[in-house]
């Protein structure tokens, strides 16, 4: 499978941004998709994650209440939607799928697509 994330931008804090993640292939709903950001000098890590078992999805405490994963299997696209972002929230953001049950870590995830800037000004 392919991905390809976009929809990022230059935004304030407190502002909103929905970012979209495009695959191709047609076994897109046997995929469970992964949204990860990756600041500069820092690691990759987790933001939010969809299975492809049941639907359910997965956020890292520091974005729940404020991000919400949707995917629409039919159209091969999974969705995350940012609401009131913050200055440290600044990073490339990917998306990544994997065939694993709940897979929330990036060693998890066999196929990453080209990331997203997301640059939130304080």
């Known amino acids: 499978v392919q991905l390809q994330a976009s929809g990022g931008g230059l935004v304030q804090a407190g502002d909103s941004l929905r970012l979209s993640c495009a695959a191709s292939?047609?076994?897109?709903?046997?995929?469970?998709i992964g949204w990860f950001r990756q600041a500069p000098g820092k690691r990759r890590e987790f933001v939010a994650a969809i299975w492809w078992t049941n639907g359910g999805t997965s956020y890292a405490d520091s974005v729940k209440g404020r991000f919400t994963i949707s995917r629409d299997n039919a159209n091969n696209m999974v969705y995350l939607q940012m609401n009131s972002l913050k200055s440290e929230e600044t990073a490339v953001y990917l998306c990544a799928a994997s065939t694993g049950m709940r897979p929330t870590t990036t060693s998890a995830y066999d196929y990453w697509g080209q990331g997203t800037q997301v640059t939130v000004s304080s």
């Open positions: 292939g047609r076994t897109f709903s046997r995929y469970s």
